[in-house]
C-alpha cells in the first residue's frame, strides 16, 4: 500500500526561539531542550498515537509538509523547527531534510495546528 497524505492535528509548538536553552558551569557551556518544548513533543506524541492511522509507514523519500495553524500573534516562520524535529523522532518522516517544500498559513485548526505530509513521487 502506497503512502498518502498523512495528517495530524497538534497543539501550537513553543516558538523557535523557545526550544533551547543553556547554562555556563565550571566553564563549560550546557544546551538542553527547554521544559515546554519537552512538554510539547510529550503532547504532539500522544496525539500522534491517537491519531496515527491503521498501516502506517514512515515516509522515507521525499515529502511537502502543509501546516494550518490557528490565527495568533506568533510569526509563523516559528513554527518550523518544532514540527519538523518532531515529525522525525515520531517517524512520520524518516529525515526532516527530505522536505522539499514548505508552506505554512493561518487557518482553522481543532488543537491549534494541523500539519499535512505528502510523500512526493520520486
Partial sequence: MPNSAIRVDWPRC??????????????KVRVYKDKGYVS???EAAGCWLLQRPRGFKTIEGP??????V????????????????????????AD???CKRFVIEYGEAPLGMRIIFTPLDT
Fill in 70 to 93: 490557528t490565527p495568533g500573534r506568533r510569526d509563523l516562520g516559528n513554527y518550523e523547527k518544532a514540527i519538523s524535529d518532531a515529525a522525525q523522532a515520531l517517524r512520520i518522516v
Fill in 63 to 68: 515529502y511537502e509538509t502543509t501546516i494550518v
Fill in 96 to 98: 526532516d531534510k527530505n
Fill in 14 to 27: 513553543p516558538s523557535t526561539n523557545r526550544l533551547w536553552r543553556s547554562s555556563r558551569s565550571r566553564g
Fill in 40 to 42: 510539547w513533543l510529550k
